[in-house]
């Protein structure tokens, strides 16, 4: 199903059963259990390439992340120093 017809099917039953951002969860759940049923086969058909393959992409997620931080921390300028300013009272400027 393209995403105008999906779009154009929440619209329609938007009002009567369900709204757009629960057809988006029950997409995800149903998407999150096929999934898991599509990863457990291929880790049964093929345990030690779907095991290497795992293990690299969560390394490598966990890398980028932290190459994403480090990255915003190099180009970020760094704050200006907020000084009070020092003021004296009213009765000291006469």
């Known amino acids: 199903m393209r995403f105008e017809q999906f779009w154009k099917f929440t619209r329609k039953y938007e009002g009567s059963l369900l709204n757009k951002d629960q057809v988006i969860g029950a997409v995800i759940v149903v998407g999150s259990i096929l999934g ?5 086969w291929l880790l049964y058909s093929f345990p030690i390439v779907v095991l290497q393959l795992t293990a ?3 390394a490598a ?5 932290l190459a ?4 915003t921390m190099a ?3 760094p704050l200006e120093s907020i000084e009070p300013e020092l003021t004296t009272p009213a009765s000291e400027k006469t």
């Open 36 to 40: 898991i049923i599509v990863y457990g």
């Open 56 to 58: 690299f992409l969560a």
């Open 61 to 65: 997620a966990v890398l980028v992340i």
């Open 68 to 71: 994403w931080i480090g990255w």
């Open 75 to 77: 180009i970020t300028p």
